[in-house]
RNA sequence: GACCCCAUCGUCUAGAGGCCUAGGACACCACCCUCUCAAGGUGGACACACGGGUUCGAAUCCCGUUGGGGUCGCCA
């Protein structure tokens, strides 16, 4: 166990942001490199937006991404440490004692409006990045920045500052928009007397227009992920190769392979720009790597939560049909299209079922023949029903698809699918002749 | 505008002076496989922003330019 102390200290807006969720992946995975304490503290300050429901939402996202938290707020209001409270909005007297002791000295002064403003100094703020190296600002027109409002509330900048020095926290790990303002933070701590934390600034995530990745961005939102059948340790190691690499050309890479070889040199400098194609693609990484017990399991919550009722059906169908279905998606959100022509007795025909194959003149007669044969088949395995396709297919001296196609429409209503075969032997040969009868109805 | 950071294929990146006629991945294109669509396989196109230095030698070091991003709040 190392002395080592980070903290993640995310605001409640509502979501949690991408950007806001590889910071805190960056904390837990220095925390858990060196053996140290992550600390989860909620910058609750703006109680406009600050609601249960938005904090939630913060503790969600994290455990969704497996990240847990050592010290700090706790899921249902509790928390875990001896530095709380881990809200914000519940310090004010800390932070009301620490303005004191700034005014005591002069380091801090009373604007008429009885706002309070922290003396900057006037000497030239040295900022020492783990990751940026060492900065120099000049400070000599550096305005006083305001730490406590008119009516009375404190300022980010000061807050932040407070909390990380009771909390004790060593390194700062935060997006690179604080660069900027972190030689302020640093004349705090020593106007304070405290020696200030090694700060790390990590590049930001941009959205594919290039800048900042703001809320409305699309996939801003750790939820959507969630929403859309994400896998999230395939969102979690697309965020470590945001600005991090294992530098061995791999891309699909374990997390305890990554806590054992993360660091903070080695994490690039330059802003990344979000690319939904790669995150999708290692999803679909991801999902094959799925054991059959976990793809199941899966699978069929989705689709529950989708409003898909599987209870009604045979439990064997179900996993029949979802282990035929795999290998045509990457993700959840994709399931249940891909799924409802088997569940579905009424299934719909698809747009080139109905013009297209439907519509040939053989059609008619090519179904009736693949009733007649199907009916007269003893055993029902994709093997026999291969045989049967290309059997018939010979007779007439056509390619097997001249047969495949009106089956996999009269099936299944549609012009795509998993193999014929295997999705004929799925559905049972009753269901198999139910529905070429209603296919045949419909011509 | 001032200040700060950054700069290798469209994107994520490998590269820390000779191993680079710059490697991998996603996306893209072609072909193969094939019952459709995917997947998979094979191959292809695609980058060191520019200009000066330093050096026997630069993608790698220095300076400048350009470009991008960020910060300059009584938002966090």
């Not at 995975?29 to 600050?50: Q, S, V, W």
């Not at 994290?62 to 409270?85: T, V």
């Not at 004191?100 to 100094?121: H, I, N, T, W």
């Not at 022509?341 to 023949?369: H, M, Q």
Request: hydrophobic letters at 40%; glycine letters at 10%.
């Amino acid at each position: 166990m190392s002395d080592v102390r980070v903290r993640f200290a995310p605001s409640p807006t509502g979501l949690l942001h991408i950007g806001g969720a590889r910071t805190a992946l960056f904390n837990w995975l220095y925390a858990r490199h060196f053996g140290g304490k992550l600390i989860l503290r909620i910058e609750d300050t703006d109680t406009a937006r600050n609601t249960p429901e938005a904090v939630a939402i913060i503790f969600k996202g994290l455990r969704w991404l497996g990240l847990d938290w050592d010290e700090g707020a706790q899921e249902g209001g509790g928390a875990k440490g001896d530095f709380g409270p881990y809200y914000q909005s519940q310090r004010m007297d800390i932070y009301k004692k620490y303005v004191d002791q700034l005014l005591a000295v002069d380091k801090a002064y009373q604007d008429p409006d009885g706002s309070v403003r922290f003396r900057m100094p006037r000497t030239p703020g040295v900022v020492k990045d783990l990751i940026c190296g060492e900065i120099t600002f000049d400070r000599t027109h550096e305005p006083d920045p305001t730490i406590f409002r008119k009516d009375g509330t404190p300022v980010f900048h000061f807050v932040n500052v407070v909390d990380d020095l009771e909390m004790k926290i060593t390194h700062v790990i935060r997006g690179e928009d604080h660069l900027s303002n972190t030689h302020k933070h640093i004349a705090m701590f020593e106007a304070l007397g405290a020696t200030p934390p090694q700060y790390a600034h990590i590049p930001l995530i941009l959205n594919p227009g290039g800048s900042k990745m703001s809320k409305r961005d699309e996939g801003a939102s750790i939820g959507e992920y969630m929403d859309q059948g994400y896998l999230p340790e395939a969102v979690r190691n697309y965020l470590c190769l945001l600005g991090w690499s294992p530098k061995d050309n791999r891309e699909v890479i374990a997390i305890s392979e990554v806590v054992e070889k993360f660091d903070l040199p080695q994490i690039n400098r330059g802003n990344a720009r979000f690319d939904i194609n790669k995150l999708y693609w290692l999803n679909g990484e991801y999902w094959k790597a799925l054991t059959a017990e976990q793809y199941h399991a899966y699978a069929k919550e989705y689709l529950t939560q989708r409003g898909v009722d599987l209870s009604k059906i045979d439990a064997a169908y179900v996993t029949g049909v979802l282990d035929i279905v795999r290998e045509k998606i990457k993700l959840g959100r994709d399931l249940p299209d891909w799924v409802e022509p088997f569940f579905n007795e009424e299934f719909s025909y698809d747009e080139k079922s109905l013009t297209v194959t439907l519509k040939e003149p053989e059609a008619k007669s090519r179904i009736e023949k693949l009733s007649a044969a199907f009916g007269g088949l003893g055993e029902w395995s994709a093997v026999k029903l291969e045989e049967t396709l290309k059997a018939l297919a010979a007779g007439d001296g056509v390619k097997v698809g001249v047969y495949v196609h009106p089956c996999r429409a009269g099936v299944a209503g549609r012009a795509v699918g998993p193999s014929l075969y295997h999705m004929l032997e799925v559905m049972g040969k009753e269901r198999v002749l139910a529905r070429l009868q209603r296919t045949l109805g419909k011509l």
